[in-house]
């Protein structure tokens, strides 16, 4: 059959909409937000959910949570806490979707801006957000948390506010997530 000499064409032009679709969703994450999608590395993740340390009943948030990782890592810890996750683009919130399908009910995702969303019953918050975008968020943090807050942020730090600790991760300096700075607000 003449037309079966088309498949491999079909086939080459069905991947390379796929990578347009995936590298248009990326980009529009990288200019809707000014921070892309760069999922924390997963050799860091105890580390994080020791820095959390997230008590059962407690509210946390990860702000631009990705594809949902940290939060996942940290559900295993603390069952009995709520966990939500705000993600604006829409590749890594639907993957954070797949990957929580089967988690307990007790991680919401939320798909908005950050910037539209309460935070003043958070307990604990984790954010994996560039320099400016950090120095953007302060304000409302400042406004909205309660006393006490925590916040953990991996390799970047708010210029107008000292962390309480920092901990240093003694990884190869060529690799992400170097350092977690913890804030109390
Ligand atoms: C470096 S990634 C971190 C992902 C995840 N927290 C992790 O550690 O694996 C930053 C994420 O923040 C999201 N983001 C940036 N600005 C945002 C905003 N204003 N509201 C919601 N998400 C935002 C980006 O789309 C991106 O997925």
Do not use: H
């Not at 309460?118 to 307990?123: G, Q, R, V, W």
């Amino acid at each position: 059959m003449p037309w079966l000499i088309l498949i491999p064409y079909f086939l080459l032009f069905a991947f390379l909409m796929a990578v347009v679709v995936v590298v248009f969703f990326w980009e529009s994450s990288l200019i809707l937000t000014r921070a892309p999608f760069i999922p924390m590395p997963t050799d860091v993740l105890p580390n994080i959910v020791k820095a959390m340390d997230v008590q059962s009943g407690e509210m946390v948030y990860d702000l631009g949570c990705g594809d949902g990782k940290v939060l996942l890592a940290c559900q295993v810890q603390a069952s009995n806490a709520k966990f939500i996750g705000v993600e604006r683009s829409w590749l890594p919130y639907f993957i954070a979707k797949y990957k929580s399908r089967k988690s307990a009910s007790n991680i919401e995702l939320i798909r908005k801006s950050f910037f539209k969303v309460d935070l003043s019953k958070a307990d604990k918050i984790f954010v994996y957000l560039f320099p400016a975008l950090m120095n953007d968020l302060l304000p409302k943090l400042q406004k909205e948390l309660k006393p006490g807050a925590k916040v953990v942020s991996c390799d970047f730090t708010f210029t107008k506010k000292e962390p309480k600790e920092v901990i240093g991760l003694k990884r190869d300096p060529k690799l992400l997530g170097q350092k977690l700075f913890i804030y109390e607000f």
